[in-house]
């Protein structure tokens, strides 16, 4: 049974640019939702995705997007990149009814602006 | 303004000791409260979690202390081992469980 998977795994990008990182939640999930995790922080919610829609959106700015997938995987876009965006974004995978609460996280996409 | 405040930054313990890392939250709407464990280049695991239903609940060598009336939490770690080592995150959501805050995370080293 996979578990949550996400590419690529690391990525170097340059101020200004967009970026795409993809995620595929672990077998049986629905519900997808991102998280930025700066070095040496907590994770922040970003946003969650089910049933293909923005369920709940965090603290981030409209450059901040992302999209679900009928088959449950999910990108998640940042545009016009900033130094300060440089972090590890983790997709955490929730379960279908009933929902015990448990988020499963991938390995992260480990993001670094120049 | 942070939801949910954890400290000690970082804990040096030896084996056979106890390890306690400690979270406070804001919202009295919380009424679930997870501790993760993250190792280094792997995302975070769920330890163990509790409702405000209970003051206790106790798994293997982990337990979790909940103090409805004060909005404090608390992780204890028994018999703490090298394998432990690790960073640990409390977070706090909502009964939908949409949207987790964690804390800022506490570095533990258990040294043998």
């Known amino acids: 049974d996979a578990g949550v998977t996400q590419s690529p795994t690391h990525l170097i990008k340059t101020r200004g640019q967009q970026v795409t990182l993809r995620c595929s939640p672990k077998?049986?999930?629905?519900?997808v939702s991102w998280y930025q995790q700066a070095l040496g922080q907590g994770p922040q919610f970003i946003f969650q995705?089910?049933?293909?829609?923005?369920?709940q959106r965090g603290n981030f700015p409209d450059r901040f997007s992302g999209h679900q997938f009928p088959n449950y995987s999910s990108e998640l876009n940042v545009n016009a990149l900033l130094l300060g965006d440089s972090a590890l974004y983790l997709c955490?995978?929730?379960?279908?009814?009933?929902?015990?609460?448990?988020?499963?996280f991938g390995e992260g996409s480990r993001l670094t602006v120049l | 303004q942070q939801q949910v405040k954890q400290s000690p930054q970082s804990l040096i313990v030896q084996k056979g000791g106890i390890s306690i890392i400690n979270c406070a939250y804001e919202?009295?709407?919380?009424?679930?409260f997870p501790w993760y464990q993250q190792f280094p280049g792997k995302g975070p695991a769920l330890l163990i979690a509790i409702r405000p239903d209970v003051s206790e609940k106790k798994e293997g060598r982990f337990t979790i202390s909940f103090n409805k009336s004060a909005k404090q939490f608390s992780l204890h770690i028994m018999d703490s081992q090298p394998g432990d080592s690790a960073t640990y995150f409390c977070a706090a959501s909502r009964y939908n469980f949409n949207k987790f805050y964690f804390g800022s995370g506490t570095k533990l080293n258990v040294k043998p």
């Open positions: 995705y089910y049933e293909e829609e923005e369920r």
């Open positions: 919202n009295t709407a919380f009424d679930y």
């Open positions: 077998s049986g999930h629905d519900t």
């Open positions: 955490a995978s929730s379960g279908k009814v009933p929902n015990t609460g448990e988020l499963f």
